[in-house]
């Protein structure tokens, strides 16, 4: 299998590193909205889809030709965003307005609906039906139905909780709750936390491994990752990471951390922890969100 390839935000000097996972080369630096911060990208849409809290505002990069094609301004920043399987679908969650936004692939706004304080991290359902939000201020998830915009319920979960992450099934929510240091397991059938996982500090981002059996979790003032058995629920590994790891992602043998303090891409062996590698990125590196792309046909971009 192909290596991935990444498209990075870089909130310091307000672009996207492109990244070629198999070189370990960054091929090219995207000049996008003031302090990127978020990320998604679709294969499905063949893009990138970037928040820029401070313009504030929404950019798309075309994964073919690293190039920027469309944008959109905001009403409010967001940093949370995601994309529906299908790609046709954009998410961005309105962190002052307290609302969850929904545009088209052109970024052409579709919607909104009232969620909670504060929202963060998104997750969208494999079938693109259900939409979770992550309210930091409120301490909970916002379920809501993509048809129609309508909030459906909201779930409890630790203190400030940010990023979330499906797993691979569909049957779970993993929230990373960022002042209480763990990680909520949310059963959707359930619709209620089942168990916490205390992890290390400030838990900023989540990835899950191919078959949902692990989860990886970076914690950010303890510049380590936390590797969760999902059979037992409970942390199996803690590894050593560069420091002030924020962004986290998963492909086959390898972990995929954005350190925002050492502005590099680190990869490390998934069963062992073990440094592979690293890209130097541009400054204060965040890859909040989906950041790798594992379509191998993509042309080099050129600078």
Do not use: C, K
């Amino acid at each position: 299998m192909a290596a991935p390839w990444a498209f990075v935000t870089n909130q310091g000097s307000n672009d996207v590193s492109i990244v070629d996972g198999e070189r370990l080369a960054e091929t090219a630096r995207v000049p996008v909205g003031p302090s990127p911060a978020g990320v998604s990208v679709s294969d499905a849409a063949g893009r990138a889809y970037v928040s820029n809290p401070d313009g504030p505002s929404l950019s798309a990069i075309d994964l073919a030709s690293g190039r920027v094609v469309a944008e959109t301004p905001l009403p409010g920043a967001a940093v949370g965003i995601a994309t529906s399987p299908d790609g046709r679908r954009v998410y961005a969650a309105d962190w002052y307005a307290h609302r969850l936004r929904a545009f088209d692939a052109e970024l052409v706004p579709l919607g909104s609906v009232a969620v909670g304080r504060a929202p963060a991290g998104i997750a969208v359902s494999a079938d693109g039906g259900r939409i979770y939000v992550a309210n930091r201020d409120d301490n909970d998830i916002t379920v809501v139905a993509a048809d129609g915009l309508q909030a459906l319920a909201r779930i409890g979960v630790g203190e400030h909780p940010f990023a979330l992450a499906l797993t691979p099934d569909g049957r779970r929510l993993l929230a990373a709750n960022v002042v209480s240091n763990d990680v909520s397991v949310i059963d959707l059938a359930q619709a209620r936390e089942i168990a916490r996982v205390a992890v290390g500090t400030a838990p900023y981002g989540i990835a899950f491994d191919g078959d949902g059996a692990r989860a990886f979790v970076t914690n950010q003032h303890a510049d380590s990752l936390s590797v969760i058995d999902m059979s037992r629920l409970a942390v199996s590994a803690t590894w050593p990471t560069a420091e002030y790891p924020e962004g986290i992602a998963w492909s086959p043998r390898r972990v995929w951390v954005v350190s925002w303090m050492e502005e590099r891409l680190q990869v490390l062996d998934d069963r062992s922890g073990e440094p592979l590698g690293s890209v130097d990125l541009g400054t204060n590196p965040r890859g909040f969100g989906n950041f790798l792309s594992l379509d191998a046909r993509r042309p080099e971009p050129t600078r």
